[in-house]
Protein backbone atom coordinates (compact mmCIF):
# COMPACT_ATOMS: atom_id res chain seq x y z
CA UNK A 1 0.00 0.00 0.00
CA UNK A 2 1.43 3.71 -1.09
CA UNK A 3 0.91 6.72 0.10
CA UNK A 4 -0.37 8.64 -2.98
CA UNK A 5 -0.58 12.93 -3.61
CA UNK A 6 -3.35 14.58 -5.06
CA UNK A 7 -1.84 17.34 -6.70
CA UNK A 8 0.50 15.21 -8.27
CA UNK A 9 -2.21 12.82 -9.85
CA UNK A 10 -3.08 13.57 -13.02
CA UNK A 11 -6.97 14.77 -13.70
CA UNK A 12 -7.55 11.16 -15.59
CA UNK A 13 -6.30 9.18 -12.01
CA UNK A 14 -7.83 12.00 -9.80
CA UNK A 15 -11.16 11.16 -11.86
CA UNK A 16 -10.77 7.41 -11.63
CA UNK A 17 -10.86 7.97 -7.85
CA UNK A 18 -13.91 9.91 -7.65
CA UNK A 19 -15.69 7.20 -10.27
CA UNK A 20 -14.68 4.13 -7.83
CA UNK A 21 -12.20 2.60 -10.40
CA UNK A 22 -15.08 0.18 -11.83
CA UNK A 23 -17.16 0.23 -14.96
CA UNK A 24 -20.67 -1.15 -14.97
CA UNK A 25 -19.95 -5.05 -15.32
CA UNK A 26 -22.22 -5.28 -18.35
CA UNK A 27 -21.91 -9.58 -17.94
CA UNK A 28 -23.92 -9.01 -14.49
CA UNK A 29 -26.78 -6.59 -16.82
CA UNK A 30 -27.07 -9.49 -19.05
CA UNK A 31 -27.27 -12.36 -16.58
CA UNK A 32 -29.90 -10.18 -14.36
CA UNK A 33 -31.70 -9.34 -17.27
CA UNK A 34 -32.13 -12.80 -18.52
CA UNK A 35 -33.16 -14.01 -15.44
CA UNK A 36 -36.08 -11.97 -15.21
CA UNK A 37 -36.86 -12.16 -18.50
CA UNK A 38 -37.50 -15.89 -17.79
CA UNK A 39 -38.91 -15.80 -14.14
CA UNK A 40 -41.90 -13.28 -15.80
CA UNK A 41 -42.10 -16.17 -18.91
CA UNK A 42 -42.10 -18.85 -16.62
CA UNK A 43 -43.71 -17.80 -13.03
CA UNK A 44 -43.45 -20.38 -10.05
CA UNK A 45 -41.72 -22.81 -11.89
CA UNK A 46 -38.42 -20.43 -12.67
CA UNK A 47 -38.82 -18.68 -9.18
CA UNK A 48 -38.23 -22.24 -7.83
CA UNK A 49 -35.63 -23.24 -10.13
CA UNK A 50 -33.19 -20.48 -9.38
CA UNK A 51 -33.56 -20.90 -5.62
CA UNK A 52 -32.72 -24.74 -6.13
CA UNK A 53 -29.61 -23.77 -8.67
CA UNK A 54 -27.93 -20.95 -6.76
CA UNK A 55 -29.20 -21.90 -2.76
CA UNK A 56 -29.41 -25.29 -3.09
CA UNK A 57 -32.71 -24.45 -1.32
CA UNK A 58 -35.54 -26.87 -3.05
CA UNK A 59 -39.14 -25.50 -0.75
CA UNK A 60 -42.18 -24.96 -2.62
CA UNK A 61 -43.24 -22.72 0.38
CA UNK A 62 -40.44 -20.17 1.61
CA UNK A 63 -42.73 -19.18 4.42
CA UNK A 64 -40.84 -19.18 7.69
CA UNK A 65 -43.39 -21.28 10.07
CA UNK A 66 -44.37 -20.67 13.71
CA UNK A 67 -41.95 -23.59 14.79
CA UNK A 68 -38.86 -21.51 13.36
CA UNK A 69 -39.08 -19.06 15.37
CA UNK A 70 -38.19 -21.27 18.18
CA UNK A 71 -35.16 -20.51 17.16
CA UNK A 72 -34.89 -17.20 18.61
CA UNK A 73 -34.37 -18.89 22.38
CA UNK A 74 -30.99 -19.80 20.78
CA UNK A 75 -29.86 -16.02 21.47
CA UNK A 76 -28.16 -15.33 24.09
CA UNK A 77 -29.56 -12.57 26.93
CA UNK A 78 -26.80 -10.01 25.81
CA UNK A 79 -27.21 -10.53 21.80
CA UNK A 80 -31.24 -9.89 22.56
CA UNK A 81 -30.28 -7.15 24.42
CA UNK A 82 -28.10 -5.76 22.13
CA UNK A 83 -30.58 -6.08 19.26
CA UNK A 84 -33.17 -4.46 21.31
CA UNK A 85 -30.66 -1.69 22.35
CA UNK A 86 -30.14 -1.07 18.31
CA UNK A 87 -34.18 -1.16 17.83
CA UNK A 88 -34.91 1.64 20.71
CA UNK A 89 -32.26 3.73 19.37
CA UNK A 90 -33.45 3.44 15.71
CA UNK A 91 -37.30 3.50 16.79
CA UNK A 92 -36.65 6.79 18.67
CA UNK A 93 -35.03 8.93 16.64
CA UNK A 94 -37.34 7.83 13.55
CA UNK A 95 -40.65 8.68 15.42
CA UNK A 96 -39.40 12.27 15.11
CA UNK A 97 -38.70 11.98 11.12
CA UNK A 98 -42.36 11.10 11.19
CA UNK A 99 -43.39 13.93 8.19
CA UNK A 100 -46.87 16.11 9.99
CA UNK A 101 -49.70 17.03 7.47
CA UNK A 102 -49.59 20.85 6.19
CA UNK A 103 -52.44 23.13 6.10
CA UNK A 104 -52.69 26.69 4.45
CA UNK A 105 -56.29 28.16 4.94
CA UNK A 106 -57.78 31.60 4.28
CA UNK A 107 -60.50 33.24 2.64
CA UNK A 108 -59.95 31.50 -1.24
CA UNK A 109 -58.79 28.60 -0.61
CA UNK A 110 -57.86 25.41 1.62
CA UNK A 111 -54.87 23.95 0.96
CA UNK A 112 -53.18 20.58 2.72
CA UNK A 113 -50.66 18.26 1.83
CA UNK A 114 -51.17 14.51 4.14
CA UNK A 115 -48.87 12.05 3.81
CA UNK A 116 -50.40 7.91 3.63
CA UNK A 117 -47.97 5.03 4.29
CA UNK A 118 -47.14 2.87 1.11
CA UNK A 119 -49.38 -0.28 1.74
CA UNK A 120 -47.36 -3.08 0.70
CA UNK A 121 -43.64 -2.74 1.03
CA UNK A 122 -40.82 -5.36 0.43
CA UNK A 123 -37.69 -5.83 2.20
CA UNK A 124 -34.29 -7.60 1.38
CA UNK A 125 -32.05 -8.84 4.06
CA UNK A 126 -28.56 -10.15 3.46
CA UNK A 127 -28.11 -13.64 4.64
CA UNK A 128 -26.09 -16.33 3.68
CA UNK A 129 -22.52 -15.92 5.46
CA UNK A 130 -23.21 -12.53 7.00
CA UNK A 131 -27.07 -12.22 7.65
CA UNK A 132 -27.50 -8.71 8.41
CA UNK A 133 -29.71 -8.12 10.96
CA UNK A 134 -28.73 -4.90 11.22
CA UNK A 135 -30.73 -4.46 7.90
CA UNK A 136 -33.74 -5.20 9.18
CA UNK A 137 -33.67 -3.15 12.12
CA UNK A 138 -32.92 0.22 10.00
CA UNK A 139 -35.61 -0.62 7.57
CA UNK A 140 -38.68 -2.76 9.27
CA UNK A 141 -38.95 -0.40 11.95
CA UNK A 142 -39.28 2.79 9.75
CA UNK A 143 -41.61 0.63 7.55
CA UNK A 144 -43.60 -0.01 10.66
CA UNK A 145 -43.32 3.81 12.28
CA UNK A 146 -44.95 4.99 8.54
CA UNK A 147 -47.78 2.47 9.03
CA UNK A 148 -47.02 0.16 6.24
CA UNK A 149 -49.89 -2.08 6.05
CA UNK A 150 -48.02 -5.46 4.96
CA UNK A 151 -44.59 -5.68 5.45
CA UNK A 152 -42.64 -8.51 2.96
CA UNK A 153 -39.45 -9.32 4.28
CA UNK A 154 -37.30 -11.53 2.07
CA UNK A 155 -33.61 -13.48 3.20
CA UNK A 156 -32.03 -16.32 1.89
CA UNK A 157 -30.91 -19.46 3.89
CA UNK A 158 -27.86 -19.30 5.61
CA UNK A 159 -24.96 -21.96 5.46
CA UNK A 160 -26.79 -24.44 7.88
CA UNK A 161 -29.91 -24.01 5.68
CA UNK A 162 -31.72 -22.07 8.15
CA UNK A 163 -32.52 -18.17 9.17
CA UNK A 164 -30.38 -16.70 11.94
CA UNK A 165 -32.80 -16.48 14.50
CA UNK A 166 -31.45 -12.70 15.02
CA UNK A 167 -33.04 -11.82 11.97
CA UNK A 168 -36.30 -13.57 13.85
CA UNK A 169 -35.95 -12.40 16.99
CA UNK A 170 -35.43 -8.26 15.07
CA UNK A 171 -38.94 -9.01 12.78
CA UNK A 172 -40.67 -10.10 15.99
CA UNK A 173 -39.38 -6.65 17.91
CA UNK A 174 -40.38 -5.09 15.38
CA UNK A 175 -44.07 -6.58 14.93
CA UNK A 176 -43.13 -8.30 11.27
CA UNK A 177 -44.51 -11.43 10.82
CA UNK A 178 -44.13 -12.29 6.98
CA UNK A 179 -40.94 -13.22 6.17
CA UNK A 180 -40.01 -15.70 3.37
CA UNK A 181 -36.99 -17.58 3.07
CA UNK A 182 -35.92 -16.99 -0.82
CA UNK A 183 -32.56 -14.52 -1.69
CA UNK A 184 -31.33 -12.98 -4.44
CA UNK A 185 -32.58 -11.83 -7.99
CA UNK A 186 -35.42 -14.35 -7.42
CA UNK A 187 -36.27 -12.69 -4.42
CA UNK A 188 -36.42 -9.67 -5.89
CA UNK A 189 -39.01 -10.58 -8.46
CA UNK A 190 -41.09 -12.54 -6.33
CA UNK A 191 -42.06 -9.40 -4.54
CA UNK A 192 -42.08 -7.59 -8.03
CA UNK A 193 -43.95 -9.86 -9.48
CA UNK A 194 -45.69 -11.38 -6.21
CA UNK A 195 -44.94 -14.91 -7.20
CA UNK A 196 -44.76 -18.12 -5.38
CA UNK A 197 -46.82 -17.13 -2.33
CA UNK A 198 -45.08 -13.89 -2.23
CA UNK A 199 -47.30 -10.85 -1.83
CA UNK A 200 -46.82 -8.34 -4.71
CA UNK A 201 -45.30 -5.19 -2.95
CA UNK A 202 -44.93 -0.94 -4.44
CA UNK A 203 -41.39 -0.62 -3.18
CA UNK A 204 -37.98 -2.44 -2.55
CA UNK A 205 -35.96 -1.74 0.17
CA UNK A 206 -32.63 -2.83 1.32
CA UNK A 207 -29.37 -4.03 0.45
CA UNK A 208 -27.17 -7.20 -1.81
CA UNK A 209 -24.82 -7.94 -4.07
CA UNK A 210 -24.53 -6.52 -7.10
CA UNK A 211 -26.94 -9.30 -8.63
CA UNK A 212 -29.75 -8.03 -6.37
CA UNK A 213 -28.94 -4.27 -6.72
CA UNK A 214 -29.12 -4.38 -10.69
CA UNK A 215 -32.22 -6.99 -10.01
CA UNK A 216 -33.94 -3.95 -8.12
CA UNK A 217 -33.02 -1.50 -10.59
CA UNK A 218 -34.63 -3.47 -13.58
CA UNK A 219 -37.71 -4.54 -12.21
CA UNK A 220 -38.79 -1.00 -11.94
CA UNK A 221 -38.79 -0.59 -15.27
CA UNK A 222 -41.34 -3.94 -16.03
CA UNK A 223 -43.51 -3.64 -13.01
CA UNK A 224 -45.86 -0.54 -12.91
CA UNK A 225 -46.41 0.96 -9.60
CA UNK A 226 -43.04 -0.47 -8.47
CA UNK A 227 -40.47 1.64 -6.75
CA UNK A 228 -37.05 0.96 -4.97
CA UNK A 229 -35.03 2.68 -2.27
CA UNK A 230 -32.07 3.93 -3.40
CA UNK A 231 -29.32 3.24 -6.40
CA UNK A 232 -26.93 0.60 -4.16
CA UNK A 233 -23.69 -0.05 -4.84
CA UNK A 234 -20.55 -1.52 -2.84
CA UNK A 235 -20.56 0.19 0.82
CA UNK A 236 -17.64 2.94 1.04
CA UNK A 237 -16.03 5.64 3.46
CA UNK A 238 -13.72 8.58 3.21
CA UNK A 239 -11.96 9.61 6.30
CA UNK A 240 -10.53 13.30 6.53
CA UNK A 241 -7.73 13.76 9.06
CA UNK A 242 -5.15 15.38 10.10
CA UNK A 243 -2.22 15.36 13.06
CA UNK A 244 -5.07 15.87 15.76
CA UNK A 245 -6.41 12.61 14.69
CA UNK A 246 -5.51 8.90 16.16
CA UNK A 247 -3.59 6.97 13.21
CA UNK A 248 -5.11 3.76 14.79
CA UNK A 249 -8.57 5.02 14.95
CA UNK A 250 -8.43 6.23 11.44
CA UNK A 251 -7.32 2.77 10.23
CA UNK A 252 -9.58 0.64 11.90
CA UNK A 253 -12.39 2.91 10.09
CA UNK A 254 -10.79 1.88 6.77
CA UNK A 255 -10.40 -1.32 7.85
CA UNK A 256 -14.18 -1.96 8.40
CA UNK A 257 -15.15 -0.59 5.25
CA UNK A 258 -12.82 -2.87 3.04
CA UNK A 259 -14.46 -5.64 5.12
CA UNK A 260 -17.05 -4.64 3.23
CA UNK A 261 -17.59 -7.24 -0.29
CA UNK A 262 -16.41 -4.90 -2.93
CA UNK A 263 -15.99 -1.59 -0.05
CA UNK A 264 -14.17 1.31 -0.82
CA UNK A 265 -11.96 3.43 1.74
CA UNK A 266 -10.15 6.84 1.42
CA UNK A 267 -8.25 8.49 3.65
CA UNK A 268 -7.54 12.27 3.12
CA UNK A 269 -4.88 14.06 5.29
CA UNK A 270 -2.95 16.92 4.81
CA UNK A 271 -0.01 15.31 6.89
CA UNK A 272 2.64 12.48 5.36
CA UNK A 273 4.03 11.68 8.27
CA UNK A 274 0.15 10.34 9.34
CA UNK A 275 -0.29 8.91 6.30
CA UNK A 276 2.44 6.76 6.91
CA UNK A 277 1.54 5.84 10.64
CA UNK A 278 -2.24 4.68 9.09
CA UNK A 279 -0.31 2.17 6.28
CA UNK A 280 1.44 1.01 9.56
CA UNK A 281 -1.44 0.58 11.74
CA UNK A 282 -3.65 -0.59 8.63
CA UNK A 283 -0.79 -4.13 8.21
CA UNK A 284 -0.49 -4.45 12.07
CA UNK A 285 -4.17 -4.49 12.89
CA UNK A 286 -5.29 -6.41 10.00
CA UNK A 287 -3.06 -9.70 11.56
CA UNK A 288 -5.42 -10.00 14.11
CA UNK A 289 -8.71 -10.19 12.49
CA UNK A 290 -10.40 -13.07 11.93
CA UNK A 291 -9.99 -15.12 9.13
CA UNK A 292 -13.16 -15.02 7.49
CA UNK A 293 -12.61 -10.52 7.79
CA UNK A 294 -8.51 -10.72 6.38
CA UNK A 295 -10.50 -12.93 3.77
CA UNK A 296 -13.20 -10.17 2.85
CA UNK A 297 -10.84 -6.97 2.91
CA UNK A 298 -8.77 -6.04 0.20
CA UNK A 299 -6.24 -3.59 0.25
CA UNK A 300 -6.40 -2.57 -3.33
CA UNK A 301 -10.07 -0.58 -2.21
CA UNK A 302 -7.54 1.17 0.14
CA UNK A 303 -6.44 4.50 -0.97
CA UNK A 304 -3.94 6.77 1.17
CA UNK A 305 -3.99 9.96 -0.51
CA UNK A 306 -2.21 12.90 1.05
CA UNK A 307 -3.66 16.75 0.37
CA UNK A 308 -2.90 19.92 0.46
CA UNK A 309 -4.59 21.41 3.16
CA UNK A 310 -8.43 20.31 4.57
CA UNK A 311 -9.91 22.80 2.57
CA UNK A 312 -8.50 21.01 -0.58
CA UNK A 313 -10.04 17.45 1.07
CA UNK A 314 -13.40 19.01 1.73
CA UNK A 315 -13.74 20.02 -2.00
CA UNK A 316 -12.32 16.27 -3.14
CA UNK A 317 -15.09 14.91 -0.56
CA UNK A 318 -18.38 17.26 -1.93
CA UNK A 319 -16.46 15.97 -5.78
CA UNK A 320 -16.56 12.30 -4.33
CA UNK A 321 -19.79 12.20 -2.09
CA UNK A 322 -19.19 9.65 0.07
CA UNK A 323 -21.67 7.40 1.57
CA UNK A 324 -20.22 7.80 5.15
CA UNK A 325 -17.63 10.77 5.62
CA UNK A 326 -15.50 11.15 8.63
CA UNK A 327 -14.24 14.48 9.57
CA UNK A 328 -11.42 13.01 12.15
CA UNK A 329 -9.73 17.19 12.58
CA UNK A 330 -9.26 19.90 14.29
CA UNK A 331 -12.52 21.81 14.55
CA UNK A 332 -14.60 20.42 12.62
CA UNK A 333 -17.36 22.48 13.53
CA UNK A 334 -15.94 25.26 10.53
CA UNK A 335 -15.71 22.69 8.04
CA UNK A 336 -19.12 21.23 8.29
CA UNK A 337 -21.23 23.77 6.91
CA UNK A 338 -18.74 23.17 3.66
CA UNK A 339 -19.80 19.84 3.35
CA UNK A 340 -22.43 19.60 0.92
CA UNK A 341 -22.57 16.10 -0.92
CA UNK A 342 -22.21 13.18 1.93
CA UNK A 343 -24.36 10.24 2.70
CA UNK A 344 -24.27 10.54 6.81
CA UNK A 345 -21.23 12.28 8.34
CA UNK A 346 -19.39 10.94 11.63
CA UNK A 347 -17.98 14.01 13.63
CA UNK A 348 -14.73 13.55 15.84
CA UNK A 349 -12.33 10.80 17.10
CA UNK A 350 -14.93 8.82 18.74
CA UNK A 351 -17.49 8.23 16.47
CA UNK A 352 -16.84 5.30 15.18
CA UNK A 353 -18.17 4.51 11.37
CA UNK A 354 -19.64 1.60 13.03
CA UNK A 355 -21.91 2.99 15.68
CA UNK A 356 -24.51 4.39 12.69
CA UNK A 357 -24.60 0.55 11.52
CA UNK A 358 -25.84 -0.55 14.58
CA UNK A 359 -27.11 1.29 17.55
CA UNK A 360 -26.63 5.01 17.21
CA UNK A 361 -29.80 5.33 15.75
CA UNK A 362 -29.15 7.27 12.34
CA UNK A 363 -30.19 4.57 9.30
CA UNK A 364 -27.51 3.06 7.52
CA UNK A 365 -29.43 3.09 4.38
CA UNK A 366 -27.38 5.58 2.41
CA UNK A 367 -26.29 6.45 -1.00
CA UNK A 368 -23.15 5.25 -2.60
CA UNK A 369 -21.36 5.79 -5.72
CA UNK A 370 -22.10 9.62 -5.88
CA UNK A 371 -25.92 9.21 -5.42
CA UNK A 372 -25.32 11.56 -2.46
CA UNK A 373 -25.47 14.25 -4.65
CA UNK A 374 -29.03 13.74 -5.10
CA UNK A 375 -30.19 11.43 -3.10
CA UNK A 376 -30.38 11.53 0.83
CA UNK A 377 -30.25 8.21 3.58
CA UNK A 378 -33.60 6.16 4.24
CA UNK A 379 -35.90 8.05 6.44
CA UNK A 380 -39.54 7.25 7.29
CA UNK A 381 -40.94 9.64 4.40
CA UNK A 382 -39.17 7.00 2.19
CA UNK A 383 -42.16 4.68 3.62
CA UNK A 384 -44.73 7.07 2.93
CA UNK A 385 -46.21 8.99 -0.29
CA UNK A 386 -47.94 12.67 -0.12
CA UNK A 387 -50.83 14.11 -1.40
CA UNK A 388 -52.10 17.30 -1.95
CA UNK A 389 -55.97 18.20 -0.87
CA UNK A 390 -57.31 21.72 -2.01
CA UNK A 391 -60.82 23.49 -1.62
CA UNK A 392 -61.34 26.64 -3.66
CA UNK A 393 -64.18 29.09 -1.85
CA UNK A 394 -66.02 31.53 -4.31
CA UNK A 395 -63.98 33.95 -3.14
CA UNK A 396 -61.31 32.25 -4.04
CA UNK A 397 -62.93 31.66 -7.80
CA UNK A 398 -63.39 35.26 -8.11
CA UNK A 399 -59.83 36.06 -7.37
CA UNK A 400 -57.90 33.21 -9.54
CA UNK A 401 -60.03 32.74 -12.58
CA UNK A 402 -58.85 35.69 -14.59
CA UNK A 403 -54.64 34.98 -13.81
CA UNK A 404 -56.05 30.95 -14.44
CA UNK A 405 -57.20 31.90 -17.62
CA UNK A 406 -54.69 34.61 -19.28
CA UNK A 407 -51.93 31.55 -18.47
CA UNK A 408 -53.98 29.08 -19.90
CA UNK A 409 -54.47 31.29 -23.01
CA UNK A 410 -50.54 31.83 -22.93
CA UNK A 411 -49.90 27.94 -23.05
CA UNK A 412 -53.24 27.55 -25.87
CA UNK A 413 -55.39 25.54 -23.51
CA UNK A 414 -58.77 26.59 -24.20
CA UNK A 415 -60.55 24.00 -22.35
CA UNK A 416 -58.53 24.21 -19.46
CA UNK A 417 -59.47 28.35 -19.82
CA UNK A 418 -63.06 27.64 -20.05
CA UNK A 419 -63.38 25.57 -16.90
CA UNK A 420 -62.35 28.36 -14.94
CA UNK A 421 -64.77 30.86 -17.11
CA UNK A 422 -67.70 28.41 -16.72
CA UNK A 423 -67.48 28.45 -12.79
CA UNK A 424 -66.70 32.35 -13.22
CA UNK A 425 -69.68 32.83 -15.34
CA UNK A 426 -72.21 30.38 -12.89
CA UNK A 427 -71.09 32.44 -9.65
CA UNK A 428 -71.63 35.95 -11.90
CA UNK A 429 -75.18 35.13 -12.51
CA UNK A 430 -75.91 33.31 -8.84
CA UNK A 431 -74.99 36.55 -7.11
CA UNK A 432 -76.58 39.03 -9.78
CA UNK A 433 -80.30 36.65 -8.73
CA UNK A 434 -79.45 37.52 -4.89
CA UNK A 435 -79.25 40.90 -5.38
Known amino acids: MKIKYWNKLSLDQQQTIIDRYEQNDQSVVKKVAKMIATIKAKGNDAIYQYEREFSNNSLKNFSVTAQEYTTVNQLSLVQKQAIKYAYNSIHQFALLQKPRNIVLKNNTKKLIRTFKPIENVGIYVPGGSAPLVSTLLMTGTLAKIAGCKNIVVCTPLSNNKKINPAILYAAKLIGINKIYKIGGVQAICA??????????????????????????????????????????????????????????????????????????????????????????????????????????????????????????????????????????????????????????????????????????????????????????????????????????????????CKPTAILADLEGLDAHKQSVLLRYKTLKERIKKWN
Not at 317 to 332: D, F, G, R, S
Not at 355 to 360: A, E, I, L, Q, R
Not at 379 to 394: D, L, N, P, Y
Request: proline share 3%; aromatic share 8%.
Open 191 to 400: MGFGLANVQQVNKIFGPGNQYVAEAKKQIVQIVKGLAIDLPAGPSEVMVIADQSANPIFSAADLLAQAEHIGGRAILLTNNQQFAQAVIENINRQKQVLSKQSQKFINANYIDIIVVKNIGNAIAIANQYAPEHLMLQIEKPEQWIKQITNAGSVFVGNYSSEAFGDYVSGTNHVLPTNQSAKCYSGLTVAAFMKSMTIQTITEQGLIKM
